[in-house]
Structure formats: C-alpha cells, structure tokens
C-alpha cells in the first residue's frame, strides 16, 4: 500500500499556473503507476493525467492536453502536476492516486487502488 498527500492547490484567476505535488510512502512506490484525477460538485470523478512506473509513459486527459504536465520524481517519491492556461473549468477537487494491477486503463478510477485527501484547485475568471 502507498500513502499519498497532495499539496499545492489553491485559488487562481484564469489563464494562471499551479503545480501540485504528492508525496509518496511506501515500500512499493517505484513500481507503481501514478495519476491525478479531479471531481467538481455534482459530477464523477474524472483522470486528468497519470505516468507510468518508469515515468516514460504519460496519458492525458483530451481537456488538460497541451496545458498540464505531469512528472515523478523518484528520488523524492513525489509526483507532480503543472497547470498552465487554467480554465474555470478546471475547478475541482483534484486527488492524486496509485496503483500497481498488472493490466490497467491509464485515466480510469478503477484502474488505482490508493489515493490522497484531495486538494482544491479553483480558478476563477
């Protein structure tokens, strides 16, 4: 099992920049894949990015593509999240997570097994 804690979220006017960051613990960190999905009030939560266990392999989601960056850092056991350009939309609740299934779809909540409390991400316009 991982523990994961986000931080770096906040309130920001659109067109602004954010990086979250999650730290890791865990035994089995390196040879988990890791992601960061967000949830707005009244909807599902959605993947936004995620990275391999390598770290040579990222999937975006098509709404954040060209605008967000994700990255690990394995020496830190932290994984990051830059957010350029933000929208209104990207306003949520966004939570980091991890998983290690043999087989896995890479944007999917049901792919990851671990996840953070969360950290608030709000842009307003």
């Known amino acids: 099992q991982v523990q994961l804690v986000e931080s770096g979220g906040g309130s920001v006017q659109a067109g602004g920049s954010l990086r979250l960051s999650c730290a890791a613990s865990?035994?089995?960190?390196?040879?988990?894949?890791m992601g960061w999905f967000r949830q707005a009030p009244g909807k599902d939560r959605e993947g936004v990015a995620t990275i391999g266990p390598g770290g040579g392999s990222t999937y975006y989601a098509g709404s954040v593509k060209g605008r967000f960056t994700i990255s690990r850092d394995s020496g830190k056991n932290t994984v990051y999240l830059q957010m350029n350009s933000l929208k209104p939309e990207d306003t949520a609740m966004y939570y980091c997570?991890?998983?290690?299934?043999?087989?896995?779809?890479?944007?999917?909540?049901?792919?990851?097994?671990?996840w953070g409390q969360g950290t608030q991400v709000t842009v307003s316009s």
């Open positions: 997570a991890a998983g290690r299934y043999r087989y896995w779809v890479p944007l999917s909540p049901g792919s990851f097994s671990d």
């Open positions: 865990g035994s089995t960190y390196s040879s988990n894949y």
